[in-house]
């Protein structure tokens, strides 16, 4: 498993330390003390289980979509919520993962992002992470780099927005940054090209994938993953849950909610299909049954990299109906 490989490798570089005279018994026992194996978090419940307990746990608390569709679909995400978003190449992504990041990030206090990225090149993400955030467009961020950062900067304030960019990315590698802060959000893209232990079919890959980004989300806050999906779905608009690439239902079992993302035969740029294929989360005060898997037109602006409603007006963001 992930964790006996991790504590063998942990053990047997205390045990070449005390080899080579670097560090006493004692303190090498200290140090085996401190090995935390990942495990699911578990909450203790400090006051009985009601009914309003939950009906106010799942309300109107937890964190907005920028994509009001999903706020009508799915509700405002919380700790323990872990959402897998399938797509074909060249739809936007990126796009959707910094658009609802930066949306979901500015509705904390203080709270913090981490953006694990193992595709594109790392200027390229950043750069779409200030334009999501501030609502421009490439070209008006590089007319003045220095004012835009500075305009950025503010916008996060006492928040923080990590890009985290290896293109030799392991899960391993993923929970030991996690682990450096208490995160409130997490994006990965993409979650296929991240490695695991072993020599296993990409099936099996994405079988403890899943279940590492499950634990993730349980131990931090709401974990959202881009992945591919199946090449069968290219210039598909509503693509159906069977169709992540590698995947027969390895992450459609894990997942809490999977969002595909569809275009036309011939993309449009601005515009995209959300269809909500799996929606395991408790409905809000926000959701909609009629909604619950929602097949929806939404615009995408290629510019911003936003993804806004055509279909719905106003925002139940924040609270606010």
Same mark, same amino acid.
């Given at each position: 498993?992930?964790?006996?490989?991790?504590?063998?490798?942990?053990?047997?570089?205390?045990?070449?330390?005390?080899?080579?005279?670097? /560090?006493?018994?004692?303190?090498?026992?200290?140090?085996?003390?401190?090995?935390?194996?990942?495990?699911?978090?578990?909450?203790?419940?400090?006051?009985?289980?009601?009914?309003?307990?939950?009906?106010?746990?799942?309300?109107?608390?937890?964190?907005?979509?920028?994509?009001?569709?999903?706020?009508?679909?799915?509700?405002?995400?919380?700790?323990?919520?872990?959402?897998?978003?399938?797509?074909?190449?060249?739809?936007?992504?990126?796009?959707?993962?910094?658009?609802?990041?930066?949306?979901?990030?500015?509705?904390?206090?203080?709270?913090?992002?981490?953006?694990?990225?193992?595709?594109?090149?790392?200027?390229?993400?950043?750069?779409?992470?200030?334009?999501?955030?501030?609502?421009? =467009?490439?070209?008006?961020?590089?007319?003045?780099?220095?004012?835009?950062?500075?305009?950025?900067?503010?916008?996060?304030?006492?928040?923080?927005? *990590?890009?985290?960019?290896?293109?030799?990315? *392991?899960?391993?590698?993923?929970?030991?940054?996690?682990?450096?802060?208490?995160?409130?959000? /997490?994006?990965?893209?993409?979650?296929?090209?991240?490695?695991?232990?072993?020599?296993?079919?990409?099936?099996?890959?994405?079988?403890?994938?899943?279940?590492?980004?499950?634990?993730?989300?349980?131990?931090?806050?709401?974990?959202?993953?881009?992945?591919?999906?199946?090449?069968? $779905?290219?210039?598909?608009?509503?693509?159906?849950?069977?169709?992540?690439?590698?995947?027969?239902? $390895?992450?459609?079992?894990? $997942?809490?909610?999977?969002?595909?993302?569809?275009? =036309?035969?011939?993309?449009?740029?601005?515009?995209?299909?959300?269809?909500?294929?799996?929606?395991?989360?408790?409905? $809000?005060?926000?959701?909609?049954?009629?909604?619950?898997?929602?097949?929806?037109?939404?615009?995408? =602006?290629?510019?911003?990299?936003?993804?806004?409603?055509?279909?719905?007006?106003?925002?139940?963001?924040?609270?606010?109906?």
């Amino acid at each position: 498993s992930l964790d006996s490989l991790r504590g063998q490798e942990f053990f047997t570089k205390i045990g070449q330390r005390v080899g080579e005279g670097q /560090i006493g018994l004692s303190e090498a026992i200290d140090e085996a003390r401190s090995f935390k194996p990942y495990q699911i978090a578990t909450s203790v419940t400090e006051s009985p289980l009601t009914l309003d307990s939950i009906s106010s746990s799942r309300g109107t608390s937890g964190l907005y979509w920028r994509l009001e569709d999903l706020n009508r679909s799915l509700g405002p995400v919380q700790r323990g919520d872990f959402i897998v978003v399938p797509k074909r190449p060249e739809v936007g992504g990126t796009s959707f993962l910094v658009s609802e990041l930066s949306y979901m990030l500015e509705q904390t206090d203080g709270g913090k992002a981490i953006l694990f990225n193992n595709e594109e090149e790392k200027g390229k993400v950043y750069s779409r992470m200030v334009s999501a955030a501030l609502g421009i =467009d490439y070209r008006t961020l590089m007319s003045d780099p220095n004012r835009y950062q500075v305009e950025y900067d503010k916008w996060l304030g006492d928040r923080e927005w *990590t890009l985290h960019h290896d293109t030799n990315m *392991t899960i391993s590698g993923i929970h030991e940054a996690l682990e450096e802060k208490d995160y409130d959000l /997490i994006g990965i893209n993409v979650l296929l090209k991240v490695g695991t232990p072993g020599n296993k079919e990409d099936h099996d890959r994405l079988q403890e994938l899943g279940t590492q980004c499950r634990i993730i989300a349980e131990n931090y806050g709401p974990t959202f993953a881009i992945v591919q999906a199946d090449p069968s $779905a290219e210039g598909m608009q509503y693509i159906p849950q069977d169709r992540i690439y590698k995947s027969k239902t $390895a992450l459609q079992g894990e $997942a809490d909610g999977l969002i595909f993302i569809g275009t =036309d035969e011939e993309i449009q740029d601005d515009v995209r299909y959300i269809h909500v294929a799996k929606n395991k989360i408790p409905p $809000a005060t926000c959701t909609i049954p009629k909604c619950k898997h929602i097949k929806s037109q939404v615009h995408f =602006d290629y510019e911003t990299g936003r993804f806004t409603s055509v279909n719905f007006k106003g925002q139940h963001s924040r609270g606010k109906t």
